[in-house]
């Protein structure tokens, strides 16, 4: 069976990739490299010992998109392609829209003329906002995102919706991932954000292997039991897992559904930092700095609809997380960057 995987290069594409050919999937990966690396499909290739057919190309160029569907018999398509950082998308939002929204509309366009109806999305938490309810369940409806890049996946979302609705034909997995984290066992792939990273794990690491100095707790005065942000922090090799079954599930669900990925366990941001300093062995510099606009206080999942019905499970805990984030980061002090 033939998967399409958009993105296929970036951080939880190339898990991915990586899980669909050890289950036996032929994978065609298309990425722009606009937050990856081509390096990635050297480090792909020497985990799995498969070459990988790969298109550098960009989703706004839907005749290149086009040609790719007319060569291969594709027979779904995990679209994980877009741009992901929620800073940058407020002062970028023009640019988030045009390159989420339209990137997407071609790439389904595209589909529906080659009668390619199986889809996987890409979608996150940041869909709930400040959920109504804690642990999230997909019930909850969706919330206020809080930037331009949560709305991106807001409306494409509900783009999505309509088109099933439209068309019954479609099969559609969206995929609500909450905070990926942690790295391939082999220490070969793993997060590479460009200049100084948003999110919390990376900066971590960078501040763990001397990089950077000391971690900026946003905020310490929130209803938890420590004051800090609490997420649910999710192996990115569990996500891979769980997009391989969200396949198996596709070809016999008609329809649209949503499914949480996630551990279901909310740690607090003093508490990662203190998991991570256990897997690098000494201690890591943080100081309190003021909450940042848009952030929850607290934010986990219930992933009962995805333990029942695609029989997934996250299997790591925060310990091997930091672990793996960290044998990633000493191997690898660079990113792809050799
Ligand atoms: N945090 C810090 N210091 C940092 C970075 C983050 O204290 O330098 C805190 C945040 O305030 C938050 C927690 O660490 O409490 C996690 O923050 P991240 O930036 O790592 O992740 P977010 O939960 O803000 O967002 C992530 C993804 C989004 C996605 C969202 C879904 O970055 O793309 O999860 O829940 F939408």
């Known amino acids: 069976m033939k998967i399409l995987v958009t993105g296929g290069t970036g951080y939880i594409g190339s898990h991915t990739c990586i899980e669909l050919i050890n289950n036996g999937y032929e994978v ?34 839907k005749e290149s998109i086009e040609k790719i569907f007319y060569q291969h018999n594709i027979n779904a398509v995990i679209h994980f392609a877009g741009y992901k950082a929620v800073g940058e998308s407020v002062h970028k939002p023009l640019e988030y829209y045009h390159n989420n929204i339209t990137g997407t509309l071609n790439l389904c366009d595209v589909m529906r003329k080659n009668d390619v109806k199986n889809l996987i999305f890409s979608s996150s938490a940041t869909v709930y906002g400040d959920a109504a309810q804690i642990p999230i369940t997909e019930k909850c409806p969706k919330g206020t995102a809080t930037n331009p890049y949560g709305w991106t996946k807001w409306m494409l979302e509900q ?167 960290w044998n990633w980061q000493v191997k690898n002090p660079n990113g792809y960057t050799l």
């Not at 937050?35 to 298109?55: A, C, D, G, P, Q």
């Not at 439209?166 to 391939?184: E, K, M, S, T, V």
């Not at 062995?281 to 952030?295: E, L, M, S």
């Open 28 to 61: 065609i990966i298309i990425d722009n490299f606009y937050n990856s690396n081509i390096e990635v499909l050297n480090r792909i290739k020497k985990i799995t010992n498969k070459t990988i057919t790969f298109y550098q190309t960009d989703l706004l160029n």
């Open 159 to 325: 783009m999505l919706t309509d088109l099933c609705t439209a068309d019954p034909d479609w099969n559609i997995i969206l995929l609500r991932y909450f905070n990926p984290i942690g790295a391939h066992k082999s220490g070969l792939i793993g997060e590479d954000p460009n200049g100084i990273p948003n999110n919390l794990l990376p900066y971590i690491a960078q501040v763990a292997i001397g990089k950077l100095k000391s971690v900026g707790v946003f905020g310490n005065d929130y209803n938890t039991p420590d004051g800090t942000g609490i997420r649910d922090y999710i192996h990115v090799l569990d996500l891979a897992v769980g997009h391989v079954k969200a396949i198996k599930k596709l070809l016999d669900q008609p329809g649209i559904t949503a499914y949480n990925l996630g551990t279901g366990r909310g740690y607090s941001v003093l508490q990662v930092i203190a998991a991570f300093e256990n897997a690098c062995g000494h201690k890591i510099p943080y100081n309190i700095q003021p909450r940042r606009t848009g952030d929850v206080a607290v934010c986990y999942a219930n992933c009962d609809k995805a333990k029942v019905e695609l029989n997934w499970e996250a299997q790591f805990g925060i310990d091997e997380m930091c672990a793996d984030s």
